[in-house]
């Protein structure tokens, strides 16, 4: 927050600075000025802005002269000045080179300033050196401390030179005030020719020998009208003329300043013009130890340029030719100023030695030199790979905010490019480098699309690398991106892809992001994909057991034993016998099959207990309800079951058989008993008892419900004799004659009450049978010697139904193949239940009696 506040108040403070001096200039029409940076020309008097063009965003830079700083001056003195930087900017606008400041928009003029409008810049010369007159206070924080590199000032002195000899060679310029205020140095570093305030024409006729015209100095005017004698020539004073060496003269004092301490100018003359006229002389014998300062390489060449014979100093040309700037830096930004000349194989030689160079030039001079000229490049498709790997090596010497500032806008209409190919290969190979730079929200927007493009690439080696790379930064990377993006096109890679190398990758990849993704996209996603794989190399094995044993055991995922049964352990049991596993292969494979099948097994035989648990204990409610309500004592339910008997003989008997470790729960009825034994009890079976015995408490309070009156019974159907008889009579002469039954075959037919559950109460007058088959035991009485049919007392049989069920039964059923089914001790069991409960066995006699 506090950061935006300084911003804003430094906005603010623009705003009011510039309300009242370019609400009626006509450059704010087109140009929005939003910060002060910097001052030049002579005494300093244009403040710089930083700003740009409203109709198309660029960048630009508005100079602007405040009328009122020459209100202390005389009108004569203030007029002249106007028109001064009047004329240096109407020459600056007509003048087109790349050493020369650039003019985007011309001269405006209001009652209250000049502006103009230029490229980007960074601040003039002066600034740099220490002269902070008429700028923003404080100093800005790019400007403190600022250094020039040894580079720079090569370059910078040869661009100047270079402008130099545009003006004297093509344009017959004199410029006549060539100083630190004169030179600006722009956004990129490049140092331009600015202040053409003092410029002398030509003003020969077309043919002739140039002729400038020479005016003397005046001490009369103010010295911020006439050019600065620190960096003006001798001869101005010794012969009274001037001519392309005076200029040469003004840079070697220029190149003196840039090397002194203090960036002082060799005569410290100021504006002195008695003390000027006095070193002027003194040049003529000036001696090498004032020029210590200066760099070796450099100082006769700056004596020389400082003669006080015009016709010594070197030209221009012959300037930009001395062994000082036979400098691989300097050839390399030259050389970068110049690559519109060039042709594609030309540019990618000199791309390909570029790194070199970069790694041994300063970073401000490779984020805001080169940069800028590899940048331009990336119009050019094909020379994208060969550029790239510079960008990419500025950047990892950047910090972030250089790189989120200056490199990813530039980046970003590079990562959408797919041919050539080798972009993407580039962009894979430093995704390490870009994801750390790179904040979040750029990497899903740019990043992310990139890397989805990588996987539908036909080339391998990218395809493994972006592979390689996802796991990295998958935390970045949101649930429906995850799910719906990246996950399928991962899954269409490892089965569509022909390379075993590439599957493996897949496989890894997954296996690195299971721990990004939740139970369930596992679930429904990667564990039904594995078994879909077309290949079964050993790689490819070790890769999809990998996932599953990543999957069964982190913390945050597992495997259901649904799916592990029934998914899982189908797929790998069969890899087990592949014949080319080896031997640690198989065994991990099999280590993992047998983990999965105790999981299996541990999981369901703990969710069976539990069932049969909550079982017992619903049979042992139900007999404690229905013995509660009776008042009797309950029996405990046999632990042996018919159904354990059925699968005798089969060798199954170790597990249908019950475990003694797990008794049958005790009946409710003896809950003293069991009570008395609570020591030898756990936990759970100390609560279940305490429930069961509460619950019987509460039935054992409440009311015994009342019984229902028996329905009247119904008045016996009136039988017709004479036609029973006839169809007795007509049936027996269509039928072969049956032997005369016996009384024991004439068995009771029982009405549909005789027929019930093995859950109703023992103290009923209703024979039962385990298995509800009553006609088994009557078949079964003859073979142990007695029939035990209970039969109620209230029983109605009607005459007729007995006779026929007599001729029915002279078919005597055979029923042994169900013997085996009723134990001998059950049907003891039955008998002995039905002789205490006073039930007596009636005899074929005494049913015979019954029927009739």
Not at 35 to 41: K, L, V
Not at 429 to 458: C, N
Request: proline residues 8%; charged residues 20%.
């Amino acid at each position: 927050m506090d950061v935006f506040n300084k911003f804003y108040s430094s906005v603010s403070n623009t705003v009011s600075q510039l309300s009242g001096v370019l609400p009626g200039n006509p450059v704010t029409r087109e140009f929005e000025a939003t910060q002060f940076i910097a001052s030049a020309g002579p005494g300093l008097l244009w403040k710089v802005y930083k700003g740009y063009k409203k109709s198309t965003k660029q960048e630009a830079s508005i100079f602007v002269f405040e009328k009122k700083l020459l209100d202390r001056w005389t009108k004569a003195d203030r007029d002249v000045m106007i028109e001064i930087l009047r004329r240096g900017v109407v020459q600056l606008t007509k003048l087109r080179h790349p050493q020369v400041l650039t003019v985007q928009h011309s001269l405006e003029e209001s009652r209250e300033s000049l502006a103009f409008a230029t490229e980007p810049v960074f601040a003039s010369l002066a600034n740099i050196l220490g002269n902070t007159e008429n700028m923003p206070q404080p100093i800005p924080n790019n400007m403190v401390n600022y250094k020039l590199y040894e580079v720079e000032i090569k370059y910078g002195l040869m661009q100047i030179a270079e402008g130099l000899a545009f003006l004297h060679n093509d344009v017959k310029l004199l410029h006549h005030n060539i100083s630190p205020e004169s030179i600006i140095v722009n956004q990129q570093g490049a140092w331009k020719i600015f202040g053409f305030d003092f410029c002398i024409a030509n003003q020969s006729s077309p043919g002739a020998p140039p002729f400038w015209p020479f005016t003397e100095y005046c001490q009369a005017l103010h010295p911020l009208t006439q050019p600065a004698l620190d960096y003006l020539a001798p001869e101005y004073i010794l012969s009274a003329s001037h001519s392309p060496a005076s200029d040469i003269y003004s840079l070697g004092m220029l190149i003196y300043a840039l090397h002194s301490t203090g960036h002082q100018s060799l005569g410290n003359i100021g504006n002195d013009y008695i003390k000027f006229k006095k070193f002027a002389n003194e040049l003529r014998n000036l001696p090498q130890s004032r020029l210590l300062c200066v760099t070796e390489g450099l100082r006769e060449y700056v004596k020389l340029m400082l003669n006080t014979t015009p016709e010594l100093r070197p030209d221009p040309h012959q300037f930009l030719k001395i062994p000082y700037f036979e400098d691989v830096g300097v050839k390399t930004l030259n050389y970068l100023d110049s690559l519109f000349q060039w042709d594609n194989l030309q540019k990618s030689q000199f791309y390909k030695g570029l790194p070199q160079v970069i790694q041994k030039m300063p970073h401000r001079i490779c984020i805001y030199r080169i940069l800028p000229c590899l940048t331009k490049e990336f119009v050019n498709p094909p020379m994208v790979p060969f550029v790239l790997p510079n960008v990419l090596l500025i950047a990892e010497n950047s910090t972030k905010e250089e790189y989120v500032k200056y490199i990813l806008p530039v980046l970003k209409p590079v990562m959408m490019i797919q041919d050539p190919i080798q972009i993407l290969l580039i962009f894979m190979q430093k995704m390490e480098l870009l994801l750390k730079l790179t904040p979040g929200e750029e990497v899903k927007s740019d990043i992310l699309p990139m890397l989805y493009r990588a996987l539908e690439s036909d080339a391998q080696q990218i395809q493994e690398l972006c592979l390689c790379v996802l796991p990295t930064f998958a935390a970045l990377i949101d649930y429906p991106a995850m799910k719906n993006a990246l996950l399928p096109r991962i899954k269409k890679l490892c089965i569509g892809t022909s390379y075993i190398s590439v599957r493996v990758n897949c496989l890894l990849c997954l296996g690195k992001l299971l721990e990004h993704l939740d139970k369930w996209l596992v679930l429904d996603e990667i564990i039904p994909f594995l078994p879909q794989i077309p290949s079964r190399e050993p790689a490819v094995l070790m890769g999809i057991l990998g996932i599953y044993k990543v999957a069964l055991s982190h913390k945050k995922l597992g495997i259901t034993k649904e799916v592990m049964a029934t998914k899982v352990l189908p797929f790998l049991i069969p890899l087990c016998v592949e014949n080319g596993l080896t031997l640690s292969q198989f065994n991990a494979l099999a280590a993992l099959v047998r983990q999965m099948v105790a999981t299996v097994e541990a999981e369901h035989r703990a969710k069976l207990e539990q069932l049969n648990s909550i079982q017992n204990d619903s049979k042992v409610m139900e007999r404690a309800l229905s013995s509660v309500s009776a008042g009797e004592t309950l029996v405990p339910l046999p632990a042996h079951t018919d159904l354990d008997d059925m699968f005798s003989g089969l060798g199954l008997e170790p597990f249908t058989a019950e475990k003694p470790s797990a008794p049958a729960p005790a009946p409710l009825a003896p809950l003293a008993s069991s009570i008395t034994t609570a020591s030898s009890l756990t936990m759970e079976e100390k609560q279940r008892l305490a429930q069961q015995q509460d619950t019987a408490r509460r039935f054992t309070r409440q009311q015994p419900p009342a019984v229902a009156p028996a329905p009247p019974a119904q008045p016996p159907r009136p039988v017709d004799l004479t036609s029973s008889l006839l169809q007795a009579n007509l049936t027996q002469l269509s039928q072969k004659p049956y032997p005369k039954p016996t009384t024991s075959q004439l068995a009771p037919s029982y009405s549909a009450s005789s027929f019930m559950s093995t859950r109703m109460p023992l103290n009923t007058s209703y024979g039962h049978n385990a298995l509800g088959l009553e006609a088994q035991g009557a078949a079964g009485g003859a073979a142990v010697g007695a029939t035990t049919w209970a039969t109620p007392s209230n029983a109605n049989y009607s005459n007729k139904w007995a006779g026929s069920q007599g001729r029915q039964g002279g078919v005597k059923q055979d029923w042994s193949a169900f013997e085996s089914l009723l134990p001998a001790q059950q049907q003891q069991q039955q008998q002995h239940d039905s002789n205490k409960n006073g039930v007596k066995a009636d005899g074929s006699g005494e049913m015979m009696d019954l029927l009739s």
